[in-house]
């Protein structure tokens, strides 16, 4: 490699295999206090190339919001659902966050042959076979744009709710742990739209002085 060059970071995958019609499944928001998990599935043609799509986490807000319409225009099938905190609640987030992928791929306007799945832990979809892949969505086009598509609609759900509950600086950390956040958790309790069976504060600043 000669002087002063940089090394050019290899493109997404866009197939696992090529033969198959796949969907790239993941979801936004697991790590968060308050407001839903969001999922997405995002169907791309075969061999479809795109060198700045890449894992949500790696993009700056405005960028992730101009290629989440790039997404949808190019995709063949795309779609995003939402599981509410009440949910989360309910059945834990990890099965919030299933739920989320199985309902977004419940919505795809084309049945996929194969299912690309970010991470670890999944439940079989119907008849349709899955792949698991940790750290996915820096691995596969359509995994990451899957990605993209469930951060930028999260993203724009707690903006939204951030108008009614100001003080949580939503607009800012979209509902994660950040000071910032549980400070206004400290100061003014917490509201409907928490994860109940999340650690809201640290036992240090618990609300009852635990």
């Known amino acids: 490699m000669g002087v002063g060059k940089t090394p050019q970071k290899p493109m997404l995958k866009s197939f696992y295999k090529a033969d198959q019609t796949e969907a790239g499944c993941d979801e936004a928001g697991r ?6 998990v969001v999922a997405a599935a995002v169907i791309f043609p075969p061999k479809y190339q795109n060198k700045r799509i890449n894992d949500s986490k790696q993009i700056p807000e405005k960028t992730r919001f101009e290629l989440a319409e790039i997404i949808k225009k190019d995709a063949v099938a795309w779609a995003v659902s939402v599981v509410s905190n ?25 049945t996929p042959e194969f299912l690309l799945i970010d991470g670890n832990r999944f439940k079989k979809y119907r008849e349709i076979p899955h792949l698991c892949v940790i750290k996915g969505d820096a691995k596969y086009l359509s995994i990451a744009a899957a990605s993209l598509l469930a951060k930028t609609h ?44 999340f650690t809201l504060l640290p036992p240090q600043l618990s609300l009852f002085g635990e």
Do not use: F
């Open 31 to 36: 790590g968060c206090l308050a407001g839903p």
């Open 86 to 110: 009440t949910e989360i609640d309910e059945i834990n987030i990890l099965n919030a966050s299933i739920t989320g992928m199985h309902r977004a791929v419940d919505q795809l306007t084309v």
């Open 154 to 197: 999260r993203d724009e759900i707690m903006m939204g709710l951030h108008a009614q509950y100001p003080h949580y600086g939503w607009d800012a950390n979209k509902g994660y742990p950040t000071v910032k956040h549980r400070d206004g958790i400290r100061l003014h309790g917490s509201c409907h739209l928490h994860r109940k069976t």
